[in-house]
Each structure stands twice: as structure tokens, then as C-alpha cells.
């Protein structure tokens, strides 16, 4: 049977009409391969989310991510308060002073693009952000996934945690619905030398599941793990510390935070980066769900994420940077990055599953 063809015929169709909601049937009807994934216990229809960030910061954006065929996307990140609204973290509510896209030496067409900027978390207050959240909500479905981001108060090793921040603004999200929950570590953290210590960071990882899903029984806890300069087996650790602590997985990784550009760096060192701890991470806990995210821009590095461990992708840089190379599909940015990520005939991601599948039906 020759499924080659029947790619290239699905991708000549689908490069003039839009994705379909059952597009994983269809592929799995003509292919014989079964795209469909996981983000912890709740299935997806395929492995491509839109990582949190300025690219869900409404909700016109998530209704074209979801019609673009992605399987989901996480809000972006909320700073927490109490029900006072007190808020500890509010300097990451930062509006940035620069957006711009960089570019790895080696992409000499600069298609794959690396966004500096100096900004933050989202910029509005927690009623604000729940009136957005509640109406984003709205469009999570059986084959739709919206997730909940959170960052809030981190202490010193030595110092409570204000438990009511992280209490109040979680249970606010989980009254209108949300059940998967990320837990944020902005790489700006990197800047706050007098808490970024390996005690203090360890604490935060095993204390935050344990605080929110004593409360929360039902609800799934997902940390982001920071790219710190301790090394590999430190990465680990904050892993180790959150599974130990309840969480339900990790989400692998921040952008490594770089000192000569004064903000967070993405592109190949960070996909290498990730995919070296991504391998360690799933060989030691290999029941943990683990979603990886970080210079991808190629169905290509999608099958390596997963391939390495993870149940899922999240893509950001290549749906906010500037592409020079022309997409192959007209349409909006989602449309665009979904259909190049899938059918592109060498680098997409149904390509590289219809290549890996032969070579194991030839083995």
C-alpha cells in the first residue's frame, strides 16, 4: 500500500481547505497511524500544543489556534492573589520595553526564530484575568484542551509561603472549570540572585503540588522546569523534588535565561538542551508525564521530543517570530505553522511517522 501517495494527496487537500476536527481519524483511516496523544489523563487529539505566552492572551487568538487543528493551548501565565488582592510577585506583571526575533548562526534563511524580550507574566489583574479565563474556558471540548498557567509567591528557603495567593487564584480558575494546571517559573527568576539557591528552588518544586492538590483532589499539577546553571543532575532533582511533592508531571523546559542579552534565549541549544534532560528525565521516571517544549519548528524535532519521553509538544517561537523562508499554506499564523509542522515533505511530522513506521514494518 502505498501511503506516500495517499500523504501527498491528504497534503495537497488539506494545503486549500481547513483542518477538519476529525483530522486524526482521516489520518489514521488513510496512514494507519494513530496521531492522537496525552497531556497526563486527558487524551488529545494530537501531540501539537500552543505553549502559554503572548499567542494566548485572548480569546479570538485560542478560537484560531483551535480551528488551525491544534490539540490545545495553555493560557498564559496568571500572577496569583489573594482574596484581598494582595499579589507578591506583581513586578513580573511586566510589560516588555522590546519584542524582537533573533536567529541561530546556522539558519542562514532564518526560519527558525528566537523571540527576545524583556517582558513578563500577564499584565492584568486576577479579576480582569478571570473574566478572559472564564470566557477561554468556554472553548475547551473533548478535543480541545485549554490548561491553566500560575505563577505566585516563591519565598526565601527560610520564609512561609503565602499560601493564599496560590489558594485563591487556583480555586479560582477551578470553579470555572480548569483542571490542568501549570505551574510557572518565569526565567526572569534567574534575576532574583538571593533566592536562586538550589535549597530554596528544591523547596519551592515539592511544596507548591503538595499545597494545591491538598486542597484540589481532582485537579492535575504540571511545574516547569527551569534551565539553571547547576548542572544536569540538578535538573533532575527539581524533577525529583516535584514528583515527590504530588505533581502529576513536568513540563520540560524554560528558556535558558542569558545574561549578555538580558533575557531568555530559545532555538537549537535550548531543543538540545531539553532533549538531553527530557531522555534522563523519562529513563529514571518513566511512568511521569512529561510535556517538552523549546526550539521546535520542524515535525522533525516534534518526533525527537517525542521520541525522547514526552506526551506532548508546546510551540511558541515559531507562531510569534518572523519566518523569512515563505510557508507553504496561505491562511493566519496557526494555519500556517499547524499545516507546515504536519506536511511539510521532508521535515513534517506525518512524513517522519510514515518514514519510522516502514522501518519498523521492514525490520
Aim: glycine share 8%; proline share 3%.
Amino acid at each position: 500500500m502505498n501511503y506516500l501517495l495517499r500523504l501527498n494527496q491528504l497534503a495537497q487537500h488539506f494545503l486549500f481547505h481547513p483542518i477538519v476536527e476529525n483530522f486524526d481519524q482521516i489520518i489514521l483511516e488513510q496512514l494507519q497511524i494513530d496521531i492522537k496523544a496525552r497531556y497526563g489523563k486527558h487524551q488529545l487529539k494530537n501531540c501539537l500544543m500552543v505553549a502559554p505566552g503572548q499567542m494566548t492572551t485572548s480569546v479570538s487568538q485560542i478560537e484560531k489556534i483551535k480551528e488551525s487543528g491544534f490539540a490545545g493551548c495553555v493560557l498564559k501565565s496568571v500572577v496569583a492573589e489573594d482574596k484581598k488582592g494582595h499579589c507578591s510577585m506583581v513586578k513580573l506583571r511586566k510589560k516588555p520595553s522590546y519584542v524582537e526575533t533573533v536567529y541561530d548562526e546556522q539558519d542562514i534563511e532564518g526560519r527558525y526564530p528566537i523571540i527576545h524580550w524583556d517582558g513578563g507574566l500577564d499584565l492584568r489583574n486576577l479579576d480582569d484575568y478571570l473574566n478572559f479565563a472564564h470566557e477561554a474556558i468556554k472553548l475547551n471540548s473533548s478535543d480541545f484542551l485549554v490548561a491553566a498557567s500560575i505563577l505566585g509567591h516563591l519565598p526565601s528557603f527560610d520564609s512561609d509561603f503565602n499560601e493564599n495567593e496560590w489558594i485563591y487564584t487556583t480555586e479560582s480558575l477551578y470553579s470555572i472549570g480548569y483542571r490542568i494546571f501549570e505551574i510557572d517559573f518565569c526565567p526572569f527568576l534567574k534575576e532574583q540572585n538571593e533566592l536562586m539557591n538550589q535549597k530554596t528552588i528544591l523547596r519551592w518544586y515539592k511544596k507548591i503540588p503538595v499545597m494545591i492538590k491538598k486542597i484540589f483532589k481532582d485537579i492535575q499539577v504540571f511545574p516547569k522546569i527551569m534551565n539553571l546553571d547547576y548542572g544536569v543532575d540538578f535538573q533532575i532533582k527539581m524533577v525529583e523534588s516535584c514528583l515527590a511533592g504530588g505533581a502529576d508531571g513536568v513540563v520540560i523546559g524554560n528558556r535558558i535565561y542569558k545574561t549578555e542579552y538580558g533575557c531568555a534565549h530559545g532555538g537549537i541549544e535550548l531543543r538540545k538542551r531539553n532533549l538531553a534532560q527530557i531522555s534522563k528525565v523519562h529513563h529514571i521516571y518513566p511512568d511521569a508525564s512529561i510535556s517538552g517544549t523549546g526550539g521546535i519548528y520542524t515535525g522533525k524535532d516534534i518526533v525527537d521530543y517525542i521520541n525522547a519521553g514526552c506526551e506532548n509538544v508546546q510551540i511558541l517561537s515559531y507562531l510569534m517570530g518572523k519566518v523569512k523562508k515563505p510557508f507553504l499554506k496561505n491562511g493566519n499564523r496557526f494555519q500556517q505553522v499547524f499545516y507546515q509542522l504536519m506536511f511539510d515533505k521532508e521535515t513534517g511530522y506525518l512524513f517522519c511517522l510514515l518514514k519510522q513506521k516502514e522501518k519498523y514494518e521492514n525490520c
